[in-house]
Each structure stands twice: as C-alpha cells, then as structure tokens.
Nanobody
Framework: QVQLRESGGGLVQPGGSLRLSCEAFGSIFSLNAVAWYRQAPGKQRELVAAIPNSGMTTYADSVKGRFTISRDNAKVTVYLQMNSLKPEDTAVYYC?????????????WGQGTQVTVSS
C-alpha cells in the first residue's frame, strides 16, 4: 500500500510564499515521475509542475518564474516552492507520483492541500 501525504498549504497574502511537501509512505521501491496539480472551485484540475526521474522540469505558463518543483529521492518527498503568490493561485493542490512498489508501477494521488491567497 502506497500513500502520498501533502502538507504546507494555508492562507497567505498576495506576494507571499508557501512551500508544499508531498511525502510517500508504504511499499516504495522507486519514485519515478512526480507532479503537482491544482484545482480551483468550478475549474478542471490542471498541471502546475512536473519533474521526471531525470530530465527537465515542466511548468504551467501561469507559474513559470514563480514556482519551483524539486524532489528528494532519499526522503521520497516532492516539494513545490511557491513565491509571489497571486489570488488566482488559490486552489487545492494535489501531489501525483508514479511509484514502483517492488512489483509494478502505479500512479498515486495525495488527498490535496488547500492554498488560499487573499488579503
């Protein structure tokens, strides 16, 4: 059983920063591609940032230059550093990861963490 647990969300003023974390628990042999998605009320879930096991990261145009995705394979943890936050960044942020449990690859989602940007 593999689980992803996000943390670090909260209420922040425009221009502020937050750092989201996503830690994987359970039977984990290896962590492959990981990503952060977000879903605002009334909108579809969208990709925010992604990072493969090796290679270049990918960012949504709306967050380029403000958000940074990173990973610590030893800690099986993914981070999303969010700077210069805007009200339109308000959403539930979800971690997504492709994990090998020793037998097969599976795609997993976290439960989500709320980010609210408001004065």
């Amino acid at each position: 059983q593999v689980q992803l647990r996000e943390s670090g969300g909260g209420l922040v003023q425009p221009g502020g920063s937050l750092r989201l974390s996503c830690e994987a628990f359970g039977s984990i042999f290896s962590l492959n591609a990981v990503a952060w998605y977000r879903q605002a009320p009334g909108k579809q879930r969208e990709l925010v940032a992604a990072i493969p096991n090796s290679g270049m990261t990918t960012y949504a145009d709306s967050v380029k230059g403000r958000f940074t995705i990173s990973r610590d394979n030893a800690k099986v943890t993914v981070y999303l550093q969010m700077n210069s936050l805007k009200p339109e960044d308000t959403a539930v942020y979800y971690c997504n990861a492709e994990i090998h449990n020793g037998y097969e690859y599976g795609l997993y989602w976290g439960q989500g963490t709320q980010v609210t940007v408001s004065s």
